[in-house]
């Protein structure tokens, strides 16, 4: 068996066309575009990719970004003061504050000052409450990425047994939900999980969001499932430079699986499209408009 390879680059295309083009219906009712906040603290190389991605992102769905650079010093009491700041403002409609914050700033703390109808992470815990009890959310955006490449690969997930690999809040317990608002059966599976790889061999469904490169090994994979690698992982090349890999030894995986998301290219382009998806339906919301169609 070779498996099909889930373009996480054209999911994300299409998710992205037609925010914007939802993006320009919100500014035709209204008289003003959808706008995003970015709050980047320090100089972490990574995140400030990650923000200029993101800040690029929304102006090319025609909504508006708002980009707010502190140093690494920064207090958490200014920081706070920031979010209240954009909280109260009227012309922004989500809030996304970048982590890993210094080591001086309650990450946690900040996260619970964002204005829930405005996180569009969806790490502040009234939305990570109402996940949890089936109530209505914004949700993280790489699970709901995720959810989406599996609806778009399989349909209904109606019954289907799951496992996520990962506990954490940003990825594997909001996706575990998900999986279970879909009624599939779900297994999150961790470091202490017993029989890991036997585990595994039971799912019709994996999603690894470990932080390990290539851990889940292809003879781990159930013949025909579908796997969703989550990882991220730079490890040296052959060249001496170094090169992206998953948490899934994507080769071997592929000879079992009957569909997998290659990394780079998988999961990675479907976090910001959900990050843009999540700012539309907030902005829908804040202004007393029905939820958009069709995202």
């Known amino acids: 068996m070779s498996a099909r390879i889930i373009d996480g680059k054209a999911a994300a295309a299409d998710v992205r066309a037609r925010v914007a083009e939802v993006a320009a219906d919100f500014t035709r009712q209204t008289g003003r575009q959808p706008g995003l906040a970015t709050v980047l603290v320090g ?3 990574a995140s400030a990719v990650y923000v200029r991605s993101k ?4 102006g090319e769905a025609g909504m508006a970004s708002f980009a707010h650079k502190l140093p690494d010093t920064t207090s958490e009491a200014k920081l706070l003061d920031l979010v209240d700041e954009l909280n109260r403002d009227d012309t922004v409609d989500g809030i996304l504050v970048q982590l890993p914050l210094p080591p001086q700033i309650d990450a946690s703390r900040v996260i619970a000052a964002i204005d829930p109808a405005k996180d569009v992470d969806g790490f502040h815990p009234m939305n990570a409450g109402r996940l949890a009890t089936g109530l209505d ?9 995720c959810l989406y490449l599996l609806k778009q690969e399989l349909g209904s997930l109606s019954g289907k047994e799951a496992v996520v690999i990962g506990r954490s809040n940003i990825v594997g317990k909001p996706m575990a939900m998900l999986l279970i608002g879909e009624s599939a059966t779900v297994t999150v599976a961790h470091s202490r999980t017993r029989d890991l790889p036997e585990v595994v061999r039971r799912a019709d469904i994996v999603v690894a969001a470990v932080g390990r490169p290539q851990m889940v090994k292809g003879d781990w ?19 001496g430079k170094s ?3 998953g948490d899934v030894d994507f080769a071997s995986a592929s000879e ?8 780079p290219g998988g999961v990675g382009p479907m976090t910001i499209a959900m990050l843009l998806r999540n700012t539309i339906v907030a902005a829908h919301r804040r202004a007393g408009l029905p939820d958009p169609e069709g995202l």
Do not use: F, S
């Open 256 to 263: 079992r699986a009957a569909a997998i998301t290659p990394v």
């Open 221 to 239: 994979i159930k013949p025909g499932a579908v796997v969703i690698d989550v990882g991220i992982n730079r490890v040296p090349a052959e060249d």
């Open 43 to 45: 100089e972490d190389p």
């Open 243 to 245: 090169r992206l890999v």
């Open 55 to 58: 800040g690029k992102a929304t």
């Open 137 to 145: 959310a914004l949700v993280p955006c790489t699970p709901y990425g």
